[in-house]
């Protein structure tokens, strides 16, 4: 048994046993892959797979107990790496933050700013993309730490923490009518073209789920993923904008005029989120404390590390 072998189990499980595929994240062939599989299985004496013919179409209850052994293995590996990158580097290194384009654009500008205070020799690479693709990158090693504010406190094998807490506003042109009322309904917001985030954004779901609860079915004529393109088309008057309050500029944002919406849609709150049981550097953990004072190294390690529901984790090498 080899660490290529234990790699090629954990990558068959991720491409949903797509052995091309396999191959391709290895470099390495697909017979080489396949040589690989049968080596293994005979040194263990069990089968790993179930297939029909030559395609593979999931795993045996041996291969499933191998799987969380080889993840668990693997992880530990890296971790080691880790830890001697750790001390001989402190204070350089890399540090990918994804994050969606609200979050980059408006809440961590200040947080990295002061960062970059502290480790200057530390290379910040930040990636925007939805929630959902944000927890896959922390779930695939490609980067190691999320922020979002979906998802990532729903799953499993991420360690999640509070970061802030967040409204939506409405925003609308000036001597638009819906400025006139003494408070903006959902019945009289209904009346208007919508503009929103796109479904799995930025607090989409607490907007859908108030229409619903009071039985309106809104006219969303236009959803981005990106606060500024919404702000662009209310601006052209093609609707009224339903966003992340922390969006709203009171210099450049001055031609339009910003709404009350917290009796209409419940608070969201930011989280930030890492893998499971995977080492971190250490100008990692200051990130994440300059994002949450109130928490301490030692409490996010902790919920980090922990052995709670191993059997639920997914480790990266």
């Known amino acids: 048994m080899n660490f290529q072998q234990l790699k090629i189990i954990r990558e068959a499980a991720r491409s949903h046993f797509n052995l091309t595929e396999v191959a391709n994240v290895l470099y390495t062939s697909q017979s080489g892959v396949s040589r690989h599989i049968k080596e293994l299985e ?3 004496g069990v089968e790993l797979f179930i297939r029909r013919g030559k395609r593979l179409l999931g795993m045996t209850e041996p291969g499933k107990a191998l799987l969380t052994m080889a993840e668990r293995i693997l992880t530990e590996a ?4 880790r830890l001697a990158d750790n001390f001989a580097n402190s204070d350089k290194g ?4 994804a994050t969606t384009h609200t ?6 500008p200040g947080i990295i700013k002061e960062f970059r205070t502290h480790y ?3 290379q910040l690479v930040l990636h925007q993309g939805s929630p959902s693709e944000i927890v896959s990158m922390i779930l695939n090693g490609e980067t190691d730490i999320g922020l979002a504010s979906e998802q ?5 094998s991420i360690a999640a923490f509070p970061y802030y807490s967040w409204h939506h506003t409405i925003l609308v042109p000036r001597g638009h009518p819906l400025a006139e009322l003494p408070e903006v309904t959902l019945e009289a917001l209904s009346a208007w073209p919508l503009i929103t985030y796109q479904t799995g954004l930025t607090g989409r779901a607490k907007v859908d789920a108030a229409f619903a609860y009071a039985g309106i079915e809104p006219d969303i004529v236009l959803s981005a993923q990106d606060s500024d393109v919404i702000k662009t088309y209310v601006e052209l008057g093609m609707g009224v904008g339903i966003l992340a309050d922390m969006a709203i500029d ?3 944002d001055s031609n339009l005029v910003r709404l009350s919406a917290e009796h209409l849609f419940s608070a969201n709150t930011v989280w930030f989120g890492l893998k499971k049981g995977k080492l971190q550097p250490n100008f990692a953990w200051r990130f994440l404390q300059l994002c949450n004072p109130s928490l301490s190294i030692s409490d996010i390690q902790a919920q980090v590390f922990s052995t709670e529901d191993n059997s639920a984790l997914h480790y990266e090498i």
């Open 250 to 252: 009171t210099v450049k």
């Open 94 to 97: 890399r540090l990918h933050v």
């Open 120 to 122: 200057p020799q530390v």
């Open 152 to 156: 990532l406190s729903e799953t499993d």
């Open 103 to 108: 979050q980059a654009r408006y809440a961590l």
């Open 78 to 81: 890296a971790n080691i790496r």
């Open 42 to 44: 005979d040194e263990l």
